[in-house]
């Protein structure tokens, strides 16, 4: 058993139990409450930068599978569980969790009181930490998380992005033609619209707006991604200029560049949303959506006032915007995750509306 | 918009069976709450007495009558309620929603039924319609077929192979279910099957054994709002009846695909059978080797397992689904514990929550301890920990089995001292039969040296809770192989590190003495010094995401303790732990009155209990609760972090009065009837020497520690006489024995006497009336609350004794001497509180059995009966002047001698449930739970109870009598008289029918067992008895008795084995005959009765 050490900006440390790499790391720390998917969350970008606490005590069960990745690789930069297993059953698992982490040099720490550290990010809200296992002065370490900077104003999606745009799924002969923007795009995004009979080509997220246009493709999908939206003007201006050409869907962070494109405002969250089960209601069905969410920024509804946007959809925990769509245009967007993987599929019709949409243009309703 | 419902009428689940607990009196106590909240009037039908949901206060019209279309018509007929919600009352209130709505009843009085509807019932209730249903939307279900004979199974069978699954229909707790394996065996169990089907059809199934078995509790809102509430996985896999399963929440083996998988599925279900509103509970079985899922059943209703996810999560599923089925839609309804989130979402637990089912095997000997698809448990337990580890040991020390973890707790069957290759592999096939004790005998393999996939092959166990019971054993030999003492004298640091470990994962204090030689108090005072004290932590529906405002904790060994007392006066009421025989709901009746009680007189009230089925740990009931299991450590360590200026363990039952002394030891304030006296009255040779000195007559007897021994004393007071082990309780193994070679052999084999293990043989006062008395004393004063007499033969244990309030054939004088008993020892014995004394008379010599200083099975019926709230008067006294509690509820004139009501109370067995068991009553109870009668004359109430506990009894037909000499009298003649005077035909054996046409009543002769043909057996068989009384013949008639007894259950024919009884059926039968049995409230009563003594 190799020791660890996590603390926090507010100088909390405590000592746990190493696993997956040894080392040291930063980042975040934010809590998901989901019961089910260790192995999505850990490789979904959006938690690029953020050291990710599991409140389900029991990790690691069911092992890692060769199929339920979110992008290729883990994108956390560090995992904190109360217990880790040792032993996995499961018959699609392929490896440990552990040995998992191991190869992709993640460092993870358990044995520690979750519990304790999501109420007190809970209560004093998201905070900046280090998972260590070299140093173990607890000063040096809260000094060590304190140095590390603000999620607010980081563009984090210049990391998660790809290099070279791609085609998903080139032997599709699909029906749609869509253009995603890739702020760090969860692939099960990418395999629902495939699924939808859409053939998707995955661009960088500078891509520039013209060079979209000129590709005249039947639609737009702003992905998800980590980091502070605001960051990112080059991508709000870039939506600016397509928001009344082409259909556009917007994903989490995808949403909130689309707000902010739209005149909106973001601002950080306490220690925002993260889990499977966050009640969403659809304004325009009345319909209660179980929700998978990972967000720590979100859209302010009195920013949107002044705008052509509708407000769609509303978290019922706290009443915050979990959906907008424009009112002259074809575009619309949802905070949270209708991909879900995790989570409920409750949120499915999201895509097939938007491809409903997409239809629409193709059929000149517009 | 709402419904606009202004009365609702509630179903219970009634008596207390197997498959059928007190899980129902908690989710229709919510709905009551909820209900009068609104405004709306509440209607409600049970024939449960020692239901909280029954309590007058509960509802605004509450009638404790039969649950028969009959009364239930009548009761609509009377208070004409706009709704009918049946689904928080089981399978019983389901059923019968069902046959009122197929008689028209619903209809002729446009009851609307509201939380369901029946063509969702059918759908989902019928197996055929289910299938169907699944294969429209695409879901798999088990290959099966319904059958009506037995050739048409034998076909099936052999067109899909062995084993094959046989489930009755509409029958609850898999009553009937059972596993063939071959031909022969599919034969008899099909033919029984059968029988048990009110329908006579019986689902045969493709047998997926050892797949894993997954449980969903989802709920559904009218605007088609949908979210599980919980993931249950079983331990045990397919095979092995959910509610004899361990089971785990949330799902642990499952990834996110797989249990969203189900999640779709239990949506796609619940919308295709139609349950509008409402809560649900889905199974599903899933393959290990590929993930192929079967949808196995849907329960359209709150159950069981919703009572247990409510409790795992903090989410009050039965309070929702009334709200739901008011039209209220799950955003508009708030989650209690947060305050400020909607209910509308799917909690999230981070803990680990096992439930273990509690079995009383030792209570049916003779029934085969296999666990299969039809359940066995009369209870569970619930713990919850940070990991599996920990809440599986804590489930195991909650089962009060006298067990404190998984083995290495000094109570371990074998003792494992080195590598045995042939005893593993006779323990790994002992793995194969699914013994309930199967996870000891899995430590006892891996110390044995099996592996993990030897395990998993034998019992099909999912290989990750293999795993996890692994690493206890492995702890524990981790901890065999340090010095403890010495090193927390050399390095302190280490010792405290390898403790928390052993904490953490769930180890107790017991376990650790044992693993280190040393005694429980060593571990815990060195514990402490060492600082490794529990935290507790909040059961809160989010993982913490939310503040929680509700204090509802369990407790675990980490960092942050949640838990912070208030600085307001508070006492803590220890729990009653599982439900079992003899230790059944009427203790968390008590408990939860002595709750109320506390609160009225503005203490904060603490909880600690383990039973997920009560309304003790609904987190609405006390003002803190601690989820917790009923040990000494456990309940210390709650009491050193809260310090209540007392404890109530006098109301929770035998569990946690055996704590007593431990308590009192530490210097804890044991409010009540102090720990001596207690001990006095449960320590024969004290008690004794008390009687003795107030000059009150008890059976004579004594203990012996020999053979020999025994012999003199049964030859001195003479048989026949009541043998008992002197550890014993609730009459465990106890037996009335007639002669010296029998005695011999039970003692030689049985008992095993020796010096340590001394008998207690006491002479056994045969056709005795017997007598249970329940009273409250303030140490000075006397308030007698009522006495019963019981209908049923001396000998039989007073749980499974049908007995009548007040008394109705005994003298005056017998009268007087039990009320002037019950004073002198409640004064002597310095009771503060409850205490229920049995008697017995015989030849006008009262006697005293046995005194018990606290509450008993009796209190609740007792207080349905009389409109008094005995328990919470009782809690009153151990807080205030006595004089006061007297005048609050106005007792100045209450004579339970004045009472003019009539009240019946009759056990209900599960029998059914137990292939093989011996039906026979004695000194062992074994009745499950009871029904209530009530109304004016003794027939009727006679009546109400019969009908209520399932006896029909017949208004034609032949009546069987066969009385042994001392009953040869008047009494049988002038019973025997009423019945041909109702048209009835009597048949009688040999004695009997002489005795009886000799006093010119015409009784035809019928042969005893190995008399001749037809026998009484065959004629039972032949339907052609349809009421037997059998007074009992001392030992040599034992056999046939049995016989007739069994044959009696088995066919359903209701007898009874006093005359009282018998006096009782003829007046019930009359009373049946003349049409007059009538319905009243227990409000009416209860102001009736308050008229009668204020005059």
Known sequence: MRKAKIALENGIVIEGVNFGAEGETYGEVVFNTALTGYQEMITDPSYKGQILIFTNPLIGNYGINDEDIESRSPQVAGVVVREISKFYSNWRASESLDSYLKRHNIVGISNVDTRFLVRQIRDKGAMRGVISTLDFDDKSLIEKARSIPQMSGLDLAKFTTTEESYIFNPENNAKFFVVLYDFGVKLNILRKLEKLNCKVLVVPAHTDAKDILSLNPDGIVLSNGPGDPSALTYAINNIKKLISKKPILGICLGHQLLSLAVGGKTYKMKFGHRGSNHPVKNLITEKIEITSQNHGFAVDPESLKESDVEITHISLNDGTVEGIALKNFPVFSVQYHPEASPGPHDSEYIFKNFVYLLQKTQNNVF | ?1095
Not at chain 2, 634 to 648: F, H, R, S
């Open chain 2, 1 to 1095: 918009m709402k419904e606009r419902i202004s009365s609702v009428l509630i179903i219970g689940s009634g008596p207390i069976v197997i498959g059928q607990a007190c899980e129902f009196d908690y989710s229709w106590t919510q709905a009551c709450k909820v209900l009068k909240q609104l405004g709306i009037r509440v209607i409600l039908v049970n024939n449960n007495p020692a239901t909280i949901m029954t309590d007058p206060e509960f509802s605004d019209a509450t009638y404790l009558e039969p649950l028969t279309p009959f009364f239930i018509e009548e009761i609509i007929k009377k208070e004409r309620p706009d709704a009918l919600l049946p689904t928080l009352g089981g399978q019983t209130a389901l059923n019968l929603a069902v046959q009122l709505y197929e008689i028209g009843i619903l209809q002729k009085y446009n009851v609307k039924l509201i939380g369901s509807n029946i063509e969702a019932i059918r759908k989902a209730e019928d197996r055929e319609l289910f299938k169907k249903a699944m294969e429209k939307i695409g879901l798999k279900v088990p290959q099966s077929e319904y059958v009506k004979s037995i050739e048409e199974g034998i076909s099936f069978a052999e067109k899909i192979g062995f084993p094959v699954i046989l489930r009755p229909s509409f029958t609850l707790g898999g009553t009937g279910g059972a596993i063939a394996y071959d031909l022969e065996d599919l034969k008899v169990k099909l033919e029984k099957a059968l029988i048990e089907s009110p329908i006579k059809k019986v689902l045969l199934e493709q047998s997926v054994i050892g797949w894993k078995e997954y449980e969903l509790e989802v709920m559904r809102d009218k605007k088609d709002n949908f979210v599980v509430v919980c993931s249950i996985e079983n331990f045990n896999p397919m095979g092995i009846h959910t509610g004899d399963s361990i089971t785990v929440a949330p799902a642990q083996t499952l990834t996110d695909k797989e249990y969203q998988k189900l999640r779709d599925y239990a949506r796609l279900i619940i919308n295709e059978i139609g349950v509008e509103t409402g809560g649900a509970n889905i199974q599903f079985a899933v393959n290990p080797e590929n993930g192929e899922t079967l949808v196995i059943e849907m329960n359209p209703r709150v159950s069981r397992s919703s009572a247990l996810a409510s409790k795992a999560t903090g989410f009050p599923i039965a309070k929702i689904a009334t709200l739901l089925a008011l039209g209220y839609t799950l955003d508009e309804i708030p989650n209690d514990i947060t305050k400020k989130t909607p209910a509308s979402f799917e909690p999230s637990i981070d803990y680990c929550v096992v439930k273990i089912p509690r079995w009383d095997f030792e209570k049916f000997k003779e029934v085969d301890d296999t666990l299969g698809v039809q359940m066995k448990s009369v209870g569970e337990v619930m713990a919850i920990g940070r990991n599996f580890k920990e809440a599986f040991q804590k489930a195991i020390r909650s089962l009060e089995i006298e067990r404190f973890g998984l083995g290495c707790d000094g109570k371990d069957e074998i003792e494992i001292l080195g590598k045995d290759e042939n005893l593993k592999n006779q323990i790994l096939e002992r793995l194969k039969q699914n013994k309930w004790d199967n996870f000891f005998w899995i430590r006892h393999a891996f110390k044995l040296g099996a592996t993990i996939d030897e395990i998993y092959t034998a019992t099909k166990i999912d290989k990750w809770f293999i795993y996890n019971l692994r690493e206890i054993v492995e702890i524990e030999e981790e901890l065999k192989n340090t010095d403890i003492f010495k090193t927390a004298l050399e390095n302190p640091n280490l010792a405290k590190e390898l403790i928390l470990k052993a904490k953490q994962n769930g180890f107790s204090d017991i376990q650790l003495a044992h693993i280190w030689k040393t005694t429980e108090k060593e571990i815990r005072s060195l514990r402490k010094k060492l600082n490794i004290i529990p935290v507790y932590k909040t059961i809160d529906t989010c993982s913490a995401e939310f503040e929680s405002y509700t204090p509802y904790f369990y407790s675990t060994y980490e960092f942050e303790n949640e838990s912070t007392p208030t600085q307001r006066r508070k006492i803590l009421i220890i729990g009653s732990g599982p439900n079992r025989i003899g230790q059944g709901i009427e203790f968390d009746y008590t408990n939860v009155h002595a709750v109320f009680a506390l609160k009225e007189e503005g203490f904060e009230t603490i909880m600690i209990n383990c039973n997920p089925e009560t309304v003790s740990t609904d987190y609405d009931t006390a003002d803190r609760l601690y989820f917790e299991p009923i040990t000494f450590e456990d309940v210390m360590n709650v009491i050193e972090l809260e310090k209540p200026e007392g404890v109530i363990l006098s109301f929770g039952g035998q569990t946690p009065l055996k704590l007593a002394k431990l308590f009192e030891s530490e210097g804890i304030k044991i409010l009540g009837t102090s720990p001596q006296s207690i001990d006095i009255a449960e320590d024969r040779g004290k008690f004794a020497q008390l009687l003795d000195t107030l000059g009150i007559n008890y059976p004579p007897g004594d203990y012996a520690n020999s053979i020999e021994s025994a012999l003199e004393i049964a030859r001195k007071i003479g048989y026949p006489v009541l043998v008992r082990p002197s550890y014993v309780l609730g009459g465990k193994a106890m037996k009335i024995i007639y002669r010296e070679n029998v005695l011999i052999d039970y003692l030689k084999h049985e008992i095993k006497i020796s010096k340590d293990n001394p008998v207690l043989i006491d002479k056994f006062l045969e056709d005795a009336f017997e007598y249970d008395v329940d009273a409250i004393c303030d140490g000075k004063n006397v308030l007698l609350l009522g006495i019963m007499e019981h209908i049923e033969e001396a000998g039989i244990h007073s749980g499974d004794s049908s007995c009548v309030y007040p008394p109705f054939m005994s003298s005056n004088e017998t009268i007087q001497k039990i009320i002037e008993y019950t004073q002198k020892i409640a004064i002597a014995l310095n009771v503060i509180g409850l205490i229920n004394i049995q008697f017995a008379e015989k030849d006008g010599i009262v006697y005293v059995l046995e005194a018990n200083p606290r509450s008993s099975r009796t209190v609740p019926f007792l207080s349905k009966a009389t409109g008094i709230p005995f328990a919470r008067i009782a809690t009153k006294i151990l807080v205030k002047n006595s004089d006061e509690v007297m005048q609050e509820f106005n007792l100045k004139n209450f004579n339970h001698k004045t009472v003019k009501i009539k009240a019946c109370k009759t056990p209900v067995f599960s029998f059914s449930k137990l292939p093989n068991i011996n039906v026979f009553l004695g000194p062992e109870m074994r009745s499950t739970g009871e029904v209530i009668g009530l109304s004016y004359s003794l027939g009727e109430s006679f009546a109400k109870a019969q009908i209520g506990a399932g006896n029909n009894l017949p208004l034609y037909g032949n009546v069987l009598i066969s009385v042994n000499d001392r009953d040869k009298n008047e009494k049988i003649i002038s019973i025997a008289k009423e019945f041909i005077n109702l048209g009835f035909k009597i048949l009688a054996t040999d004695g009997t029918a002489k005795f009886l046409n000799l006093n010119g009543i015409k009784a035809e002769k019928v042969f005893k067992v190995n008399e001749g043909h037809p026998d009484i057996v065959d004629l039972i068989k032949e339907g052609k008895i349809n009421f037997i009384i059998n007074t009992p013949l001392g030992e040599t008639s034992r056999f046939d008795e049995f016989a007739i007894g069994r044959n009696a259950i088995k066919y359903k024919v209701p007898f009874v084995t006093t005359l009282s009884a018998g006096f009782s059926a003829v007046e019930a039968i009359k009373k049946l005959k003349e049409g007059k049995l009538t319905i009243k409230s227990l409000q009416e009563y209860h102001r009736e009765i308050k008229y009668e003594f204020a005059k």
